[in-house]
């Protein structure tokens, strides 16, 4: 297969976008990836979204993107894992470019949340779940968390205060991102005072509901080289799934989905957990943060809150995680969060992240995730 | 890019499943392929899926799909183009299979449509169109064929009786197929006469709402060649998109994606419209399956009518076209309509369709349609 980069990112600040429809969204920001990388036709695209059936009775948006994209006539697919879909349409977009099928692809995700009540949307989110036998007895998605919260604090000790410190670190990442929902810092205190949600789990402890898009276009390396382009190499893809049931699984605090992803991503790209400068991950709540940097070997099993403690993943520290604000400050359009981080590792990696910037990062990884747990796509991305 | 065979196919009698849920009907089917193909390990799956969001609450179903499948940790996903989510499903597994990135994929499609009212299924199929340009304004799907249909009727004369001989001949190949939800024939005048659902069209001119699911297993041709089975190839894959909206094309009666997606199967597979043996076609309205012909050049722009009047499409004419009964007779759970097409297709090759069975069979095609005609995939299958 061919060696696959990213050549162009877009994505505009993310929130409450009450004055654009989810074809606004989307069009606005694969516009912006497209300038970035210089072109203006497309192979292919794909866009993730989880659910514009349930937020904007809208489904067929392939055809719809392709089409007020002004490309109607190109391939276009539409890929759902729930809160993963946007780095499952990077990993389709990555296949079809490596087999030699396409050249310049465009993946993006995209989600308008807000049009719906706020019951709505969280019936929306519930069926990332196993619908029959989590949603429909009457547990939400943070309850689902708290539950995997409750475990790891049983099992390892760790401290509500530690899980408090996941959402005060990137919060301070977020509050220099100016494409961030919430770009304010939290203390320790406001989170562990803030309005409950699912015991131990706190607002402040939850990503938000939000409406954005991010996309990213791909081509064979090659042909960035001679379009004389900055070559961030996708040298890395791995994708798994576990139970969809949270109970159905041998240990809750244990993420396979993500283990399995990333063991492939990692052998694809020749790479371990230690050679990895920089991560984006899935910190839908603080404990889904403390639980990744777990499966992906960032840490021994169990030390992910004594890890955010000591200040390892804070920018500057051993593994920085998240310096994008993460879902929690930044926000979490579904569909749109997996190439969110894209964007944020591009950057990183061209040098061109501010005050957020990793120094020296030439060497990053992407690992967004569905439901509990049920689907997760990790990437690896490298600056040549 | 490797050569690819279909190994296995699975399919169930469809209707009103209301003793079964969305997961068993999927796990009945997939089973059955996988039996017929003689595995018991994937290597990935893909599961094509409309709206299972509007239709039962749940998303996230490529991770429902490969846990309750007994194939949890498997890479899943689900895919959506409105109706042609089945044909989609296929077509990417196909690119997985032939870039050598998995050998063992199973693709599926899966609907159950009969666990909302009327309404609300009228609703969630609106969603295929474009929701604030047509949807809102208070068209419905029926209305939007019987735009075309009008149009066509305007232009070229065809007759009304014309759209009724779709259904007729429809409906006399599936009364022959034991999964057909309709399995009797009808005539002209019944067609005629029946309940009016959006002028010209009647109820008998339009497909039904159903519950089902079709699988099928496929694998590098090589692989299939050593595990001594049958050898059906997929030689050609196209994918193209027209405007989602249908007042925004050129011609009302003109189906570019279908004519786009067919001129890239065929060059694939190297074959004009005269090579090929059968066809199963996106009949979800009689009018559908005459524009469809013609925009595969089985007949020339205008002559979908005359064509079926003179029983060219009949099994035993020049070239046969839905064998099976079609979306019409056979059922149409939106998302697995184009896999069920990859089932009749691979039995009719093999020389397994029983009274339904087309002579000297060897080439067969696809095509599987979105909306009304916002995107479309096309297969061309041949024996070895």
Redesign the interface.
């Known amino acids: 297969?061919r060696d696959v980069a990213v050549i162009g990112v877009g994505m505009t600040r993310w929130g409450e976008l009450w004055e654009k429809?989810l074809?606004d969204i989307y069009v606005e920001t694969a516009l912006l990836a497209m300038e970035d990388a210089g072109v203006d036709q497309l192979d292919s695209l794909y866009v993730g979204s989880?659910?514009s059936?349930?937020f904007?009775?809208?489904?067929?948006i392939?055809?719809?993107a392709?089409?007020y994209l002004g490309q109607?006539?190109?391939?276009?697919?539409?890929?759902?894992?729930?809160c993963a879909s946007g780095g499952?349409a990077l990993r389709?977009g990555f296949?079809?470019v490596?087999?030699?099928?396409s050249d310049i692809v465009l993946v993006s995700g995209v989600e308008k949340m807000t049009d719906v009540s706020g019951d709505d949307a969280t019936?929306?989110l519930?069926?990332?779940?196993?619908?029959?036998y989590e949603?429909y007895q009457g547990i939400t998605f943070p309850g689902l968390y708290a539950l995997i919260a409750r475990a790891h604090m049983a099992e390892y000790g760790t401290t509500r205060e530690q899980l408090a410190m996941v959402a005060v670190k990137n919060h301070r990442n977020g509050a220099l991102n100016p494409r961030a929902q919430f770009p304010f810092e939290v203390t320790v205190d406001q989170v562990i005072n803030s309005v409950k949600v699912a015991d131990p789990l706190n607002i402040l402890d939850c990503s938000p509901i939000t409406d954005g898009a991010a996309a990213a276009v791909i081509c064979p390396a090659e042909k960035a080289r001679k379009l004389g382009k900055e070559v961030i190499r996708i040298t890395g893809s791995g994708?798994?799934?576990?139970?969809?049931?949270l109970a159905?699984r041998k240990k809750l605090t244990w993420l396979?989905?993500t283990y399995?992803a990333a063991r492939k991503a990692y052998a694809m790209a020749d790479k371990k957990p230690d050679d990895i400068h920089l991560a984006e991950v899935h910190d839908c709540f603080t404990i889904a943060e403390i639980c990744v940097m777990e499966a992906l070997g960032f840490v021994e099993k169990g030390w992910g809150g004594p890890s955010v403690e000591a200040g390892e993943t804070a920018i500057g520290g051993r593994i920085p995680v998240n310096p994008s604000g993460g879902l929690k400050s930044k926000g979490h359009p579904v569909g749109a969060t997996g190439i969110a981080q894209v964007v944020e590792i591009v950057e990183q990696l061209r040098g061109e992240a501010g005050g957020r910037q990793v120094e020296g990062a030439r060497i990053g990884l992407a690992q967004n995730m569905?439901?509990s747990g049920?689907?997760t796509v990790v990437h690896i991305f490298e600056r040549d």
């Open positions: 297969m429809s074809r989880m659910s059936g349930l904007n009775g809208q489904e067929h392939a055809s719809m392709a089409d109607a006539h190109v391939p276009a697919t539409r890929v759902e894992t729930a499952l389709l296949l079809e490596a087999s030699g099928e019936f929306a519930g069926t990332a779940a196993d619908q029959e949603g994708h798994a799934t576990d139970s969809i049931q159905q396979e989905a399995q569905g439901g049920g689907s």
